[in-house]
């Protein structure tokens, strides 16, 4: 396939995709979506989640292919950076279809910086004539996030000016900033664009991230920075820098061993073994991926944590397969609720299998193949 004819077709695939999206548009927002999209994901559900299905089937189609081209040499870095831009120029214009935490992020903000209430005290619904209060999914909850990303979001905040849809739109810019910032990290890490393009096209990095606006991306871009600044041997700024990562969401604590074993060889002289470094920081990170049930559940954007490692890790393509298992079945993990509207029942046995199989069912397929 030519490049131009995969780039128009990518496009208008990721235009359907963006299309769709708005057909989940609550009722309660003061913005409303056509009506026939709102017909079609909330009334014809069973269409709904075949079209979901098929969109993350074929965005995953998309991903293999480029992947592939990389591998050949047939794509360069730059052809990944067009993917990733094309992605970007669409996606920001999606609706967060599958998960609130935007609206959420949106309400911390507001109480912090509107009503200047502590957020870790005040939740939302204690503030009077809230109008979100309608929609909102979490308004029973103080932050749930560090004080690193309630400032952050004072900026998204403030660009909203007190509209809804431009605050969306607003904490999106963020969140996709940061997804940039940190691709071009890996790269810069790496110079590697099959790296590159191991995260950013990644479908679930892309449905978590530019379509339903998830702050992990800030995060991990933050604890990779502190990495990367050790590398450069300055030794007090990324100590700064991983506690900001640390106070952004909490799950990068779980890389405070590794950094201090690798600050521990820097200061001793030693030269850090940086493939061995990127693997015990995926581990650490999918340490807390698997132990996130203890609090609430898996939630598919945390795989963001131990991905962003993986795709610097060239030698270990078992734990590339199993990632990319991770990857394709949590997304699926919603398809019972479009179709039931419901996560009781038979929806959370659904969850775990479409979690577990895919990842292990690669891990075979790798150990067979590895074996012939």
């Given at each position: 396939?030519?490049?131009?004819?995969?780039?128009?077709?990518?496009?208008?695939?990721?235009?359907?995709?963006?299309?769709?999206?708005?057909?989940?548009?609550?009722?309660?927002?003061?913005?409303?979506?056509?009506?026939?999209?709102?017909?079609?994901?909330?009334?014809?559900?069973?269409?709904?989640?075949?079209?979901?299905?098929?969109?993350?089937?074929?965005?995953?189609?998309?991903?293999?292919?480029?992947?592939?081209?990389?591998?050949?040499?047939?794509?360069?870095?730059?052809?990944?950076?067009?993917?990733?831009?094309?992605?970007?120029?669409?996606?920001?214009?999606?609706?967060?279809?599958?998960?609130?935490?935007?609206?959420?992020?949106?309400?911390?903000?507001?109480?912090?910086?509107?009503?200047?209430?502590?957020?870790?005290?005040?939740?939302?619904?204690?503030?009077p004539n809230e109008p979100m209060l309608v929609f909102l999914h979490a308004s029973n909850k103080v932050a749930l996030?560090?004080?690193?990303?309630?400032?952050?979001?004072?900026?998204?905040?403030?660009?909203?000016?007190?509209?809804?849809?431009?605050?969306?739109?607003?904490?999106?810019?963020?969140?996709?900033?940061?997804?940039?910032?940190?691709?071009?990290?890996?790269?810069?890490?790496?110079?590697?664009?099959?790296?590159?393009?191991?995260?950013?096209?990644?479908?679930?990095?892309?449905?978590?991230?530019?379509?339903?606006?998830?702050?992990?991306?800030?995060?991990?871009?933050?604890?990779?920075?502190?990495?990367?600044?050790?590398?450069?041997?300055?030794?007090?700024?990324?100590?700064?820098?991983?506690?900001?990562?640390?106070?952004?969401?909490?799950?990068?604590?779980?890389?405070?061993?590794?950094?201090?074993?690798?600050?521990?060889?820097?200061?001793?002289?030693?030269?850090?073994n940086w493939n061995i470094i990127w693997f015990w920081c995926a581990v650490s990170m999918y340490t807390i991926f698997?132990?996130?049930?203890?609090?609430?559940?898996?939630?598919?954007?945390?795989?963001?944590?131990?991905?962003?490692?993986?795709?610097?890790?060239?030698?270990?393509?078992?734990?590339?397969?199993?990632?990319?298992?991770?990857?394709?079945?949590?997304?699926?993990?919603?398809?019972?609720?479009?179709?039931?509207?419901?996560?009781?029942?038979?929806?959370?046995?659904?969850?775990?299998?479409?979690?577990?199989?895919?990842?292990?069912?690669?891990?075979?397929?790798?150990?067979?193949?590895?074996?012939?």
């Amino acid at each position: 396939m030519k490049k131009r004819i995969f780039f128009v077709l990518y496009s208008i695939f990721l235009i359907l995709g963006a299309i769709f999206s708005w057909g989940f548009v609550d009722s309660n927002m003061p913005f409303r979506a056509p009506m026939w999209l709102s017909v079609l994901a909330y009334h014809q559900r069973t269409l709904a989640t075949i079209i979901y299905g098929v969109f993350v089937l074929m965005l995953f189609g998309f991903y293999v292919y480029s992947l592939r081209q990389v591998q050949k040499k047939l794509w360069g870095i730059r052809d990944v950076w067009k993917a990733v831009g094309i992605t970007i120029a669409i996606l920001f214009f999606s609706y967060p279809a599958f998960s609130f935490d935007v609206f959420n992020y949106i309400a911390t903000a507001k109480v912090a910086f509107l009503y200047r209430e502590n957020p870790y005290l005040v939740m939302p619904i204690e503030i009077p004539n809230e109008p979100m209060l309608v929609f909102l999914h979490a308004s029973n909850k103080v932050a749930l996030y560090g004080p690193v990303w309630i400032l952050l979001t004072s900026l998204p905040h403030y660009l909203g000016f007190g509209d809804i849809l431009l605050s969306v739109f607003a904490f999106k810019a963020l969140v996709i900033a940061f997804y940039i910032l940190l691709a071009r990290l890996i790269w810069k890490i790496s110079n590697n664009a099959f790296a590159v393009a191991f995260f950013a096209l990644n479908p679930l990095v892309i449905m978590e991230t530019l379509l339903g606006g998830h702050n992990d991306v800030v995060m991990m871009y933050l604890a990779l920075l502190a990495f990367f600044l050790l590398q450069k041997k300055k030794l007090v700024l990324s100590l700064i820098v991983l506690g900001l990562s640390i106070l952004i969401k909490g799950a990068t604590v779980m890389l405070v061993p590794v950094f201090v074993w690798a600050i521990g060889n820097t200061l001793k002289g030693k030269k850090n073994n940086w493939n061995i470094i990127w693997f015990w920081c995926a581990v650490s990170m999918y340490t807390i991926f698997f132990l996130s049930p203890i609090r609430e559940e898996i939630y598919a954007w945390y795989l963001i944590w131990p991905l962003t490692f993986v795709a610097l890790i060239p030698g270990s393509p078992l734990l590339r397969y199993i990632t990319f298992g991770f990857s394709f079945g949590l997304l699926f993990r919603i398809v019972p609720f479009l179709y039931t509207r419901q996560w009781i029942g038979i929806t959370p046995m659904i969850k775990k299998l479409v979690t577990f199989i895919p990842p292990a069912l690669l891990a075979i397929y790798y150990e067979i193949r590895k074996n012939i």
